[in-house]
């Protein structure tokens, strides 16, 4: 049986999110599970002239990525390398965590639908395995 991966919300993930309307600040956890070698099927258009390394191709999109986060009024509070879980399944791990802060709800898919952003986009799902997102509401 070949293990499922998350690379996208699916529509009832992101009406399920939307409905949340969760109030003020909105930080978004990332986990990320790199390929090998990144995989430019989906997004022929973006494809480099040689191969890159998935971690190679995330790169690309944060740095495509970053710009339209701080015109959001976003910001990437921290990214880092990961690996295996010291309480978590033994066979999971993940390659780089990362925590970016929107706004509100509202400017986090203001974000996300804007289509410049989504013309580099590409780079993620060809760099990525696998992956996590995680809403976080903060706490007063």
Known sequence: ???????????????????????????MLNLLKFRDVADYTEHPELAPATPLSGKEAYQLYMDHTLPFLEDAGSELIFYGKGGPFLIGPEHEGWDAVLVVRHKSTSKFLEFAANQ????????????????????IEEIE
Request: positive net charge; charged residues 20%; without cysteine.
């Open 116 to 135: 410049a952003y989504l013309k580099g986009a590409g780079h993620r799902t060809a760099a990525l395995a696998d992956s996590r997102l995680l809403p």
């Open 1 to 27: 049986m070949e293990k499922k991966s998350y690379l996208h919300a699916t529509q009832e993930a992101g009406k399920a999110f939307y409905l949340r309307q969760l109030p003020g600040p909105v930080s």
